[in-house]
C-alpha cells in the first residue's frame, strides 16, 4: 500500500514539474512574440517615420493653399486666408512579407505518458525596394474636422454661403464645422 502511495506522489511531483517546464517554455515564446512585435514598430518607425511627418504637413497646407486659389475666383472674394483642423494624422499602411512555421512534437515517458508539445513562429516583414523605400499597400488621408475662412467680402450673405459650399465640397465637412468670416483691413 505504501508502494502505490509512494508512486501516486512521484507521479504528482513528474506532473508538477511537467507544468512548470511547459509553463517557462510558455512564458519565453510570448516573450520573444511581443519582442518581435515591439521590433517591428520600432524599425517601421524609424524607415518611414520622419518622411510621414513632413509629408503630412506638406498635404494639408497643400488642401489650404488649393482652396485659397480656388476661392479667390469667386465673385465678391478678392482676399481669402484658410485654415483647416484635423482629429487625426495620415498613415500609411505597407505592404509585408508575412511568413509562419509551426512545429509539433511528441514525447513518451517512462510510464505510458504522452506529452505534446506545439511551436509557431511567425514573422512579418516590411518591404522595400531596391532603394530601401517602404512599399505601401495605400495611404489613409487624415479626417478632416472643420475649417475656418476668412475673406474679404464675406460680410455679403451670397458670398459667404458660396465660400461656404465650396469647402464642404472639397473638404466634406459639414457645413456646421465651416467657419467664415470677413477679413479685418
Known sequence: MEKIKEIFKNKKIENLIFILILLFITLIVINKILKGNENEKRDFSNEIGVELASNEKTEERSLEKKLEIILKKIEGVSDVSVLITYSESSSIIPIYNESE????????????????????DSKKDVITDASSLVITEKTVMPKIEGAIIIAKGAKNAVVKSNIISAVEAVTGAATHKIQVFEMGE
Open 101 to 120: 512555421n509551426k512545429s509539433k512534437t511528441e514525447e513518451k515517458d517512462g510510464s505510458g505518458g504522452v506529452r505534446t508539445t506545439e511551436t509557431t
